[in-house]
């Protein structure tokens, strides 16, 4: 009986270990090297928000610039075949830590309310040669599958699921790019 006594306060007690903290955040890189991060990556997959519902195929343009900022091109390629750009900059959301960003968007909205409008930005996963991340939000809200490619091996492929699981986030709802093929198909 005391056992079964001990079993039931252990996890009670595990139960509620971060009770009134919310939820843990994902784990992020420890540190990206901006400079080799720079440039284009493709989107292989995202997990479904209102802003990119039209895009069939989406890439990112990150630009170092003066001061640390990173300036930010998204370019969506939507399902009739129409090409949408947004520019945006990106800052550290601490000093000198790279792995976690706020990015905010240029328009109506966000001059009128900058600290409303910025998104966390955090890199999950990044491979040794930069040429495969993971990126999402500490809500597990938002999810992007990235490469330098606009395609990837399949165990790459698996990789980066794997590493979006191990991290929380739901990847049976992730919206896959759509090939150039599959664009070229009368709709």
Known sequence: MRRL??????SVLVGCANSGTGVVPPKTVEQVDLQRYQGTWYELARL???FQRHC?????????QDGGTIGVTNRCRTFDG???????QAVAQVPGQ????????????????????RGEYWVLYLDEGYQHALVGHPNRDYL???ARTPEVSTEMRERLLQEAGN???????????RSDAEMALPR
């Open 5 to 10: 006594a001990m079993l039931a306060v252990v």
């Open 98 to 117: 790279t792995s976690k960003l706020w990015v905010r968007f240029d328009n109506w909205v966000s001059r009128l309310l900058p600290d409303l409008t």
């Open 167 to 177: 991290r929380g986030y739901d990847t049976g709802k992730l919206i896959w790019r």
């Open 82 to 88: 129409e090409m949408q750009q947004v520019q945006g």
């Open 48 to 50: 479904p928000m209102f």
């Open 56 to 64: 069939a195929q989406s890439e990112a343009l990150y630009e170092l």
């Open 144 to 146: 992007w599958l990235l």
